[in-house]
């Protein structure tokens, strides 16, 4: 199991950036996938981005598309979310999550190949 606290989130104007942290403590930061995940008022929580143990693979739900880059350090058991050209439809509550895997290039789409989250950060954009 790791523990996952998310930062960085806050108040941006449309078109400007915020970058998203979430450190993880625990278990083995390397052996897990990473994803990031957001939920707006009344609606579900929906994938943003994924990226591989080894951080070589990197995937996004289209929306999000050469806007939002993923990366991780796992000297650092970090993984950042850097987020640009924000829109108002951006706004949600952010949660990075980890999930087990065997494969070093794997990575997940799905919430329910998660087991643990972290607490999120709330990003709100202006228009």
């Known amino acids: 199991q790791v523990h996952l606290v998310e930062s960085g989130g806050g108040l941006v104007q449309t078109g400007g950036s915020l970058r998203l942290s979430c450190a993880a403590s625990g278990r083995a930061f390397s052996w897990y996938v990473m994803g990031w995940f957001r939920q707006a008022p009344g609606k579900d929580r929906e994938f943003v981005g994924t990226?591989?143990?080894?951080?070589?693979?990197?995937d996004y739900v289209d929306f999000v598309k050469g806007r939002f880059t993923i990366a991780r350090d796992n000297a650092k058991n970090t993984v950042t979310l850097q987020m640009n050209n924000l829109k108002p439809e951006d706004t949600a509550v952010y949660y990075c999550a980890a999930g087990r895997s065997v494969g070093t290039n794997t990575y997940y789409t799905s919430d329910g190949q998660y087991q643990d989250w972290g607490q999120g950060t709330q990003v709100t954009v202006s228009s």
């Open positions: 990226i591989s143990r080894s951080g070589g693979r990197t």
